[in-house]
């Protein structure tokens, strides 16, 4: 998994916004670093580094129990453990996390992306093996369609980009579904990622 920025963007706005904000003793000049910052910088690496278990019992004392954090730092880390629990196949846990943020947050358009992702994610096969309910092989949309969420579930979004791409240019009933998830997948991945360039480019052909 590799992950956007977005949530970090809305974070150091935050604190930007606060480090402006008048202070009542005007002497006052150096801003101090939140408490709990460090710790979001810190399992924002871990992710980076798809270390997931790690960032999980690193965020897991911050959106709970005594050493909770507050207000946007809170958002901040409730966003992070969502992507953390999705990286270790968790994705009730990281349902209820994304649940659990405060909608007036700044991180809400990043929750809400992780919740399409969800969405897209859930359609894999409980074995990820891409074969329907009788356990024999299929190669109809919808089994393929859900053989690319299993691709996407073990972090391979490019065979997920591709297989999505392969509906979007084959089959008919599944073809808007199949660009939605494409979609999220490019803003999940961030516009910096090769294969969000590659496969957007890719899927002009069909627009």
């Known amino acids: 998994m590799k992950c956007s920025n977005g ?7 935050w604190s930007d916004l606060q480090a402006v904000e008048p202070k009542a003793d005007k002497r006052s ?12 910088a810190a399992a924002n690496d871990l992710l980076s580094g798809r ?18 954090l507050g207000g946007e730092l809170l958002a901040g880390a409730q966003v992070l ?52 309910g009788s356990g024999k092989d299929s190669s109809d949309g919808e089994a393929r369609f859900a053989q690319a969420a299993a691709h996407a579930r073990r972090g391979a979004y490019g065979d997920a980009l591709e297989q999505l791409l392969e509906l979007v240019g084959s089959s008919r009933s599944l073809r808007d579904r199949a660009r939605h998830a494409m979609t999220t997948l490019f803003q999940f991945l961030g516009p910096e990622d090769e294969r969000s360039h590659e496969y957007r480019r890719r899927l002009q052909v069909y627009l």
């Open 51 to 68: 270390r997931f278990d790690e960032a999980v019992a690193l965020l897991g004392p911050l959106v709970g129990g005594e050493q909770a």
């Open 29 to 40: 000049v150096s801003v101090l670093p939140q408490r709990g910052e460090a710790e979001l």
């Open 81 to 132: 453990l969502a992507e953390a629990l999705i990286g270790t196949g968790d994705l009730a846990g990281a349902r209820e996390r994304l649940a659990a943020i405060d909608p007036r947050s700044l991180q809400i358009e990043r929750a809400e992306l992780l919740g399409k992702l969800l969405d897209f994610l859930e359609a894999a096969d409980k074995d990820g093996s891409g074969k329907d």
């Open 7 to 13: 949530w970090w963007q809305a974070l150091q706005l």
